[in-house]
């Protein structure tokens, strides 16, 4: 999930924290969400005042750590859950959440998406997308990784931080990225990248705030995590590399549980996703790239990001019916 910035160490340690043309409605939206969506410098607190002024009701945030988080409570809750929606998965997890038979079909206006490739499921409705990098300090590493080749068989003295696929979305993005580009070599490579690797945190915001903090000269994130520093910041110390192989790409979706489907402002969030009062939160509170309409173009910092040279993403199914395994050969492999 792009993640949402965490300026301080005390956040870094936190763990859980409609169309204008409807009439106005009472009642309350019960949505599921990660932890720094709905932080008070994340996209949340803009989105929550935006629907709420069109629906006349009472849009309630549930956070947890992360979106691979955000499964396994809906797995423990099941049918008894309260979520009306569930914002925050990814692509790496669409086919596992669709198999828990608690999602319904979201019935929303596909062709406001914009995502790179188009969009065709009728579950999940994406909100905003982005693709992973290697972000680096310059002023800490001058000449950084050109490839997935050149970080898993680097100098080891020049460290990375990396994510938990157990419990991280962009943990889980690397080992899909790393499987993606090696195939059946992906537990070598791991084996050969285990020596450049710092320290393995539980989410994103962990590890960002080690690599801010200096602890390491690289960490895995996005590209574009650089926007933020150029923007919020006005530097361009922190920089993402851009790989020959191409970067994994992630796409952020919501969907409407079972529960939800009988509750008319599932219906309504879902239209008002696609569109600017949702949209407009996404680049510079997410900073990730839009799924829909925005009412102002991008900062121009956003035009001075990493473009991919390929976009890589493997099917959702494969993902699904294969993570387990690749998970226990990461574990194999970092454990040697």
Known sequence: MRMTWIPTAAAFAATLSIHPAFAQTNGTLTVYTYESFTAEWGPGPQVEKAFEA?????????????????????????????ADLV????????????ATGLFAPHGADRSAVEVPGGWTDDTFLPFDYGYFAVVYDTQALATPPKSLKDLVEGDADQKIVIQDPRTSTPGLGLLLWVKAVYGDGAAAAWGKLKDRVLTVTPGWSEAYGLFTSGEAPMVLSYTTSPAYHMIAESTDRYQAAGFAEGHYMQVEVAGVTVKGADNPLSARFMAFMTGPGFQDAIPEANWMYPAGRTSEPLDPAFERLVEPTKTLILPPETVAASRRAWVDEWLAAMSR
Request: with cysteine; net charge negative; proline share 0%.
């Open 87 to 98: 914002l925050g998965l990814d692509t790496s997890l669409t086919a596992d959440a669709k």
């Open 54 to 82: 069109e629906c006349g009701c009472d849009l309630a945030f549930v956070s947890v750590a992360d979106g691979v988080a955000l499964l396994n409570r809906l797995k423990l809750e099941g049918a008894q859950t309260k």
